[in-house]
């Protein structure tokens, strides 16, 4: 039996957190044309919290939506552009139809865990135009396997050919991927997906586990590239796959030569787990906070670590980067 | 005096929550409460409190027209628009709901006045009420704003189905409103729905990006913008004073609501439905001559 895996690389999409959005065409042309030589079957794009989410909430990107896909189609043949598209960020006349027709293949339309019922209206659109749509719940260490199950469920009645789970905070250890991954592939028709972040060091172990308990596709990031304490690292997932005897399509020398190109061309700095992503990734704390986090605990002189923790009290989801400065300002002001 | 005479269209949380606003109004009188289906909770509601109702939407105000003066459509835009056909006709004046953008757009601390001057008078969003206000104000008192973008975060139990299906139409309405009061091309809306149990607040903050900030006159106005929109949204307040914060202006606001039809949580209803009733007051009052 052949036991195929398909791989998504964010590491343009994802990996914008880390450099607070700034990556310049000239990196995705070179980042993309490696990945489509490396046979990575999709190739995702982006400002990091996806489509049409440039603003001063999450962070304004140097690249505007239409240069950042232009020239990753101009440079991707064999592996397909993929995007990741928030409805309440994106609308599907501002920014889904231009993207359909800059070329995107593959759109993932994504909503907080429990809200799968705003991309009813963007899943239809992408299947309507005959492109392949994901669903993908964010956040979704907030949500019971169950409760997740019912929202997957709904985004494969709107049309979804396949779900994506994401640890975006980092906070999943293999017991509860194991539930979750294994709950949904019970009980959905469509094939099930696993996004790993590295907050506690879980990412590669949380993939495998995801693919132990029947999912059929992994994310992963050149170098792990990606907010926060990065993702699953693409270079040691592809071979941890090889070495299992699983299939994924990707040249293995190739692949490892885009994550040198990658580190070399587009990373400041290779992601480590710092202190304060322990703490985020404990707190569950979505991983794209960190940037914002840092600077305005800094501009300010709390520690970011009380930070977390208040976000994680108050339960914020992504999206909600403005909570940051309230939760900041009531520890300077508890503080006099 | 005589009360205006309204009716509401629409049996949803938006249309009973208004009924039982108008119930407290000394200038409002609501003669007839319209849905679809008698046996709906709205439906229920009005039936308990003794208003008139009836199942037969548009078509109950066209077999007597003359019972109403004024109607609030609590549907949807695409049932806004062909009913505004009919009451056009009628001469009935209109206070929509919904996004449909039909008539002129009101935020009643900006633009009551020269908002009833005209018969059909849109509420934007809720997140507009919320935030056009202080985009107003940075409008008023900063030069050369070149940006101006707002995001709301509202408790997932007060989304229903139509605002979760209507997001796209919500983000194009509001920046719409945006740009229309603060006079900035380049505006951007960003709705968040929260989960949280307890519900969250709804919660806004507005971010501009500005040549030379002056924030003395900001604050000093914004103060003020608060207590005129507190006069009719009791639970709206300043949560972030204004700053200025990595190249940008921040402002963070507060809608909780009153708790009438819908949990306090739901602000985000709460602050449109008490902004559209300070419109339909304002029309009795001019009708009155009280102003």
Wanted: charged content about 20%; aromatic content about 6%; overall charge negative.
């Amino acid at each position: 039996m052949i036991r195929q895996i398909l791989i998504s690389d964010p590491t343009l999409r994802d990996g914008s957190h880390a450099v607070a959005h700034q990556l310049s065409a000239s990196q995705i042309a070179l980042y993309a044309a490696a990945a489509d030589k490396a046979g990575i079957p999709i190739v995702e794009v982006g400002h990091g919290n996806g489509l049409g989410a440039s603003s001063m909430q999450v962070g304004l990107s140097l690249e505007d939506d239409v240069t950042m896909l232009e020239t990753a189609r101009k440079h991707l043949t064999k592996s397909k552009l993929g995007i990741h598209v928030i409805p309440g960020f994106a609308t599907i006349k501002r920014d889904l139809i231009r993207a359909l027709d800059i070329g995107v293949d593959v759109v993932r339309v994504a909503s907080h865990c429990t809200e799968a019922d705003i991309t009813q209206r963007h899943l239809g659109f992408v299947r309507e135009r005959g492109k392949e749509a994901y669903g993908v719940l964010m956040m979704s260490h907030m949500a019971s396997a169950q409760t997740l199950l019912e929202e997957a469920q709904k985004m494969e009645l709107y049309g979804a050919e396949g779900i994506i789970i994401m640890d975006s905070a980092g906070a999943y250890l293999p017991a509860d991927v194991e539930e979750k991954i294994s709950t949904l592939v019970y009980g959905l028709k469509v094939p099930v997906g696993f996004h790993a972040h590295n907050n506690l060091g879980m990412a590669i172990a949380n993939s495998i586990t995801a693919l132990q308990a029947g999912a059929k596709i992994l994310d992963g990031t050149a170098r792990g590239f990606g907010a926060g304490a990065g993702n699953a690292q693409l270079e040691v997932l592809v071979a941890v796959l090889e070495r299992m005897g699983y299939v994924t399509g990707i040249d293995f020398y190739k692949m490892l030569d885009a994550s040198d190109l990658a580190e070399k061309e587009i990373m400041p700095s290779i992601p480590v787990i710092k202190s304060e992503s322990i703490v985020s990734g404990l707190a569950g704390v979505f991983s794209g906070f960190a940037k914002h986090v840092a600077r305005i605990s800094k501009e300010y002189q709390v520690d970011q670590r009380d930070v977390y923790r208040e976000l994680g009290k108050r339960k914020v989801v992504g999206g909600q980067e403005d909570i940051i400065i309230e939760v900041v300002m009531d520890l300077v002001r508890n503080r006099k | 005096m005589n009360k205006l005479r309204v009716a509401i269209l629409g049996s949803g949380n938006i249309g009973t929550d208004l009924l039982i606003k108008i119930q407290r109004s000394e200038f409002l009188e609501c003669v007839l409460f319209i849905g679809r289906n008698l046996s709906s909770p709205g439906m229920a509601k009005a039936i308990a409190m003794g208003v008139k109702v009836s199942d037969e939407s548009i078509h109950a105000i066209e077999k007597d027209p003359d019972a109403v003066d004024l109607v609030f459509d609590a549907t949807s835009a695409k049932d806004a628009a062909h009913h505004w056909k009919i009451l056009d006709k009628l001469n009935k004046i209109v206070v929509d709901m919904t996004p449909a953008k039909l008539g002129g757009l009101c935020i009643p601390a900006v633009n009551l006045h020269e908002a009833v001057k005209q018969r059909n008078v849109n509420m934007i969003t809720c997140g507009g009420q919320a935030s056009i206000p202080m985009a107003y104000v940075i409008g008023k008192t900063q030069k050369n704003v070149n940006y101006i973008e707002v995001v709301s975060s509202i408790a997932s139990r007060s989304a229903g189905p139509a605002t979760r299906l209507n997001l796209d139409e919500y983000v194009d309405t509001t920046e719409m409103g945006l740009s229309f009061f603060s006079s900035v091309k380049h505006t951007k809306a960003i709705l968040n729905l929260n989960p949280a149990d307890p519900c969250i607040d709804m919660q806004t903050t507005i971010f501009a990006k500005v040549d030379e900030p002056d924030m003395e006159a900001l604050i000093k106005e914004v103060d003020v913008m608060i207590e005129s929109i507190r006069a009719y949204v009791p639970g709206y307040s300043l949560l972030v004073s204004p700053i200025y914060e990595n190249g940008r202006i921040v402002i963070m606001v507060k809608a909780q609501g009153l708790g009438d039809y819908l949990p306090k949580y739901a602000g985000n209803l709460d602050i449109i439905n008490c902004a559209a009733i300070a419109v339909a007051e304002q029309y009795s009052k001019v009708q009155n001559h009280l102003n």
